[in-house]
């Protein structure tokens, strides 16, 4: 089945569709200059482009727990945290059952993990404050 997702409503709309339920995680990210930045690695950075990705905080989210985008973005706001894009997984539950935040736990670790590492984050989806989708290649 091709999904297609252009907002975060329609993720949610996607998640909604599927067999079992789905719990969703959050990663947030703030940009950042490299310590040992290049004065137009700066310049970039200072105009809104470049830098790089450092994870802030995480949480995972049943669809029953999720509200519209400007809500996901106030709660993230209240945790006084500056971030400037979100990471966003799903995990499928069994049985007819949604996972539980412990099952959640080691995908979390992968994501952020992933993004220590500079590694792919073209397998998940990401939205900037705004709610635009982001394509990483």
Known sequence: MQIN???YESLLSAAKQQ???QRLLFLFLKASLPEDHK???ENRFHAGQ????????CVDKTL?????????VAEA?????????VLIACISGKY????????????LKIMTQTVLDGGDLSKYLAFDKEGTLIQFN
């Open 5 to 7: 997702i252009s907002n």
């Open 19 to 21: 067999v079992e339920p």
């Open 39 to 41: 004065q137009d690695q």
């Open 50 to 57: 470049g830098g790089e990705l450092q994870p802030i905080m």
């Open 64 to 72: 029953d727990e999720l509200g519209s985008f400007s809500d996901l």
């Open 77 to 85: 706001e209240r945790m006084e945290q500056d971030w400037k894009i």
């Open 96 to 107: 007819g059952l949604a996972p539980n935040s412990d099952e959640a736990e080691l995908p």
